[in-house]
């Protein structure tokens, strides 16, 4: 098993849960592994249960439900930066739609790098979407970290993914 089943106390009254299946998650892991040394990307579907109303999301549960493989067309540093083609979003937009799900995040690999979410990813971050970075080193899986904007802050907060 690559992933353990976990909850993360985002504070001492809420918490924020990623939901992911074992198969999904693995899946993802393949996928990043046979891109290296170039990062992969692509979009998170599933569903979204609100926490509180006027709460700064992080009591949101994010349930990835599917995966829509997109393609790095970032020809000239693919190594350390994806780019997805133009069209893209909405194109996932409609499968989401016709699967009855929505976009929930993005997922992207680190080849050689550590998941963490770099000035860049911060930059295009966007509320309630989460952001799923994976690291693989020389060609294997070293680790998974997710990340959420913080909307009081306005900056990528790490979370935690409970496998299901």
């Known amino acids: 098993m690559r992933c353990t089943r976990r909850r993360i106390q985002i ?19 393949d996928i990043s592994e046979k891109g290296f040394p170039y990062e992969v990307c692509g979009f998170l579907l599933g569903e979204i249960r609100y926490g509180e109303k006027e709460s700064d999301g992080m009591d949101n549960e994010f349930d990835i439900k599917e995966i829509l ?27 989401a739609k016709d699967k009855g799900l929505r976009i929930i995040g993005i997922y992207h690999s680190h080849p050689d790098h550590k998941s963490y ?41 790490e979370i935690k993914i409970e496998t299901t």
């Open 11 to 29: 504070s001492k009254w809420r918490c924020l849960v990623v939901k992911i299946s074992l198969e999904t998650n693995n899946q993802l892991v």
């Open 69 to 95: 493989v997109c393609e790095n067309i970032n020809k000239e540093t693919p190594e350390i930066r994806f780019e997805m083609k133009e069209g893209e979003y909405e194109h996932a937009e409609v499968v």
């Open 117 to 157: 979410a770099s000035p860049t990813d911060n930059l295009y971050a966007q509320p309630d979407t989460i952001y799923l970075i994976y690291s693989i080193m020389n060609a294997k899986f070293n680790e998974l970290k997710g990340y959420i904007l913080n909307t009081k802050d306005w900056e990528l907060q």
